[in-house]
């Protein structure tokens, strides 16, 4: 039973700089791609950052040089570094996991965790 929780989100003031953490158990997270995405109400889902296997990552343009992935795969945890949030930033943030494409890269994840509720004012 694959299971993904999120923890660090809540209430933060722009330009602050909180890490979210997904912690995931019943899957190996060793070669596997992690990714986060979030979503506001009445918006389209968007990808935020994924890494692959590999390490390599990957950063919606909106977020690029702000935000930081990382994982661990010991601990099968993936963390979200963001830096000078901003307003924009608000949203529910999920995380979500799933095999490296062929060649490299992230393209499908099949397991996704409920979201923690980032609010930047």
């Known amino acids: 039973h694959v299971q993904l929780v999120e923890s660090g989100g809540g209430s933060v003031q722009a330009g602050g700089s909180p890490t979210l953490s997904c912690s995931a158990s019943?899957?190996?997270?060793?070669?596997?791609?992690m990714g986060w995405f979030r979503q506001d109400p009445g918006k389209e889902r968007e990808g935020v950052a994924d890494i692959d296997g590999d390490g390599s990552t990957n950063y919606a343009d909106s977020v690029k040089g702000r935000f930081t992935i990382s994982k661990d795969n010991a601990k099968k945890i993936s963390y979200l570094q963001m830096n000078s949030l901003k307003p924009e930033d608000t949203a529910m943030y999920y995380c979500?996991?799933?095999?490296?494409?062929?060649?490299?890269?992230?393209?499908?994840?099949?397991?996704w965790g409920q979201g923690t509720q980032v609010t930047v004012s």
């Open positions: 019943g899957y190996t997270t060793r070669s596997k791609c």
């Open positions: 979500a996991v799933g095999p490296m494409a062929y060649g490299g890269g992230c393209e499908d994840f099949g397991y």
